[in-house]
Nanobody
Framework: QVQLVESGGGLVQAGDSLRLSCAAS????????MGWFRQAPGKEREFVAH????????YYADSVKGRFTISRDNAKNTVYLQMNGLKPEDTAVYSC?????????????????????WGQGTQVTVSS
């Protein structure tokens, strides 16, 4: 079992940057692929980014490609989401998720039902 706790959200202006962190419990963090998802009010949960177990492979949603960077530090049991050039449409609750699966495509990595463990989420609000 993995417990995930996100932090780093907040209220920023358009164009600003934020770095989200997701700390995982347990000794097997490196056995999990990690993803970030977001959900805005009244909208469905949306895939943001994925990173494989070693950190050597990543996938991004088109809407964040070139602005967001996912990374992980397996020694610290933590996955990060660096968000640059934030836009008002990035406003959402951001959640990290862990999956024991190995994903060979962005399509499978972007499916929320492939992830077994979820954090409680952290609010990101971007004002215009």
């Amino acid at each position: 079992q993995v417990q995930l706790v996100e932090s780093g959200g907040g209220l920023v202006q358009a164009g600003d940057s934020l770095r989200l962190s997701c700390a995982a419990s347990g000794r097997t963090f490196s056995s999990y692929s990690m993803g970030w998802f977001r959900q805005a009010p009244g909208k469905e949960r949306e895939f943001v980014a994925h990173i494989n177990r070693s950190g050597g492979s990543t996938y991004y949603a088109d809407s964040v490609k070139g602005r967001f960077t996912i990374s992980r530090d397996n020694a610290k049991n933590t996955v990060y989401l660096q968000m640059n050039g934030l836009k008002p449409e990035d406003t959402a609750v951001y959640s990290c998720a862990a999956s024991p699966r190995v994903f060979s495509s962005s399509w499978s990595a972007s499916s929320y039902n492939q992830y077994n463990y979820w954090g409680q989420g952290t609010q990101v609000t971007v004002s215009s």
